[in-house]
């Protein structure tokens, strides 16, 4: 507990003394030498933190000013959404040279990040053959496997011998990094078993069929790539081959590289619970802005919609003004019950606990435990009621309507989630605002219809 305090706080001075002092230099002199030692022997990551915390300003003047000492590593420790702004002040031969010193799946990573105009004036500043190589990664779905896989892979012959095997290892030009398995091909290039490397290197002798772990879990390049981390947590995998429609091995995608689409995606799911597509930290204020207007937009609409049905009961909320006290129980009691069921399915979903096969029953389990908790709540509410007003008629309207609207809730909190990740939309962004909107109206169209009804 101690280290990890001491860490952060390390990280906290280290931005405090160099972030002031990055800005002097670059208000003043400039001097490529001064800015190249007040960075020198920090970790890309550091640095990148730097490069976020400076302002816009300041943070071109640095890039621009050091960019011939920069680790390109540097570049894929920046936020998502910087990453863009922050390549554009680089040339397209600049940006290939920071691609070639990277490994396929990580320099594939920062040229998605670019903008389409850039990214075409970069490949065509590629060497052909590379150019060819991005291009047809470029070609994957943006979410699927051929995108997250590295294409630096070590693969045996099962005919080979174990020193044959370590030869041919020790005499590669580029051994790709972390890889703790060799994918062991046949003729064709179909991975037919997996070596982790401890192994061959406890061997002396023996042929490589003979080690080798014939339970191979192939990954097919369209996937998506929660399908692929689904499969890593289901089997446990380290590392996984590529492979097309053919069976042959295109690449192999590694557990760092799952548990950044695993990151990646519950980052996804809190920001899409609070209406946002995407991490907005570093944008412009008129890019913030727009990029939330349509959720709000839609929460307008909520709010009108809600206006006109209370408007349409006024002669009721005029006899009885008391009502107006009550009326947004229901509601709030309805929107929470919502939110607790679509919080547990959109995990479900995301996890694979929940598909088709079980869908009816996790309906019907959902709707009871909305129907009972709707009940305590609908009785202690209308007691409460009851001894406030000292009035039946407002105990058994509000009690009526929670029970209803908490039923609704929690039957729609289940279905809607499904129903959207059927269509193949994100239950997380969507569902949210289609269940408040019914939660809402609802729950006021039942209290009020009630208190006209039971009050005539």
Same mark, same amino acid.
């Given at each position: ?19 002031? !002092? ?13 800015? *190249? ?15 976020? *915390?400076?302002?816009?300003? *300041?943070? #071109? ?16 420790? $920046? ?9 554009? $002040? ?21 040229? =998605?990040?670019? /903008?389409?105009?850039?990214? #075409? @004036? ?22 699927? @496997? ?5 294409? #630096? ?5 099962? &005919? ?20 703790? &398995? ?12 997996? $070596?982790?490397?401890?192994? !061959? ?22 996937? &998506? ?19 097309? /429609?053919?069976? /042959? $091995? ?16 519950? @980052? ?74 679509? %919080? ?6 995301? %996890? ?33 009621? *009851? ?7 407002? =105990? ?29 939309? &994100? ?27 039971? %009050?005539?």
């Amino acid at each position: 507990m101690g280290k990890d305090v001491f860490r952060e706080d390390a990280f906290q001075h280290l931005l405090q003394d160099k972030v002031p !002092l990055l800005k002097k230099v670059l208000s003043h002199h400039r001097d490529p030498a001064s800015l *190249y030692k007040l960075i020198e022997g920090l970790h890309p990551r550091e640095i990148a933190y730097l490069i976020q *915390y400076l302002e816009a300003p *300041y943070r #071109e003047s640095f890039v621009i000013w050091l960019k011939p000492h920069f680790n390109p590593e540097v570049f894929l420790f $920046l936020a998502q959404n910087l990453r863009a702004d922050v390549m554009s $002040l680089l040339s397209s031969p600049e940006v290939v040279q920071i691609l070639m010193a990277l490994e396929s799946d990580r320099a594939l990573s920062l040229l =998605s990040s670019l /903008e389409e105009e850039q990214q #075409e @004036a970069v490949l065509e500043a590629m060497p052909e053959k590379e150019r060819i190589l991005f291009s047809t990664r470029l070609a994957y779905a943006e979410d699927s @496997a051929g995108r997250l896989m590295q294409m #630096e892979v070590l693969t045996l012959s099962q &005919d080979w011998s174990i020193a044959q095997s370590l030869k041919h290892i020790r005499e590669l030009k580029v051994f790709p990094s972390h890889i703790q &398995d060799a994918f062991v091909v046949d003729e064709y290039h179909h991975p037919i078993g997996i $070596l982790p490397l401890s192994r !061959l290197l406890r061997e002396k002798e023996g042929l490589i069929k003979d080690f080798m772990d014939l339970e191979v879990h192939s990954i097919p390049v369209q996937w &998506d790539q929660e399908e692929v981390a689904f499969m890593f947590r289901l089997y446990t995998l380290i590392s996984a081959p590529v492979v097309n /429609e053919m069976n /042959e $091995l295109l690449g192999m995608i590694t557990l760092d590289k799952v548990m950044d689409v695993i990151e990646r995606k519950a @980052a996804e799911d809190l920001f899409h619970m609070g209406r946002i597509h995407s991490s907005d930290f570093y944008a412009s204020i008129f890019k913030t802005s727009f990029s939330r207007i349509h959720w709000l937009i839609i929460t307008l609409f909520n709010t009108l919609l809600t206006s006109v049905v209370i408007n349409a009961f006024q002669e009721t909320l005029q006899e009885k003004v008391a009502l107006t006290v009550l009326m947004p129980i229901a509601a709030a009691m309805g929107g929470n019950t919502g939110i607790q069921s679509a %919080t547990v399915i959109i995990r479900a979903l995301a %996890t694979r606990e929940l598909s088709m096969v079980n869908a009816g029953k996790t309906l019907l389990k959902e709707g009871r435990v909305a129907l009972l908790n709707g009940t305590i709540f609908g009785i202690l509410l209308g007691i409460i009621v *009851y001894f406030w007003f000292n009035d039946i008629h407002f =105990s058994m309207i509000l009690g009526g309507a929670v029970v209803f609207n908490m039923l609704w809730a929690g039957l729609a909190g289940t279905f809607l989630p499904i129903m959207i990740a059927r269509f193949r939309c &994100d239950p997380a962004l969507s569902a949210g605002p289609l269940l408040t909107t019914t939660t809402d109206v609802l729950g006021y169209v039942l209290f009020l219809g009630l208190a006209k009804w039971l %009050t005539l």
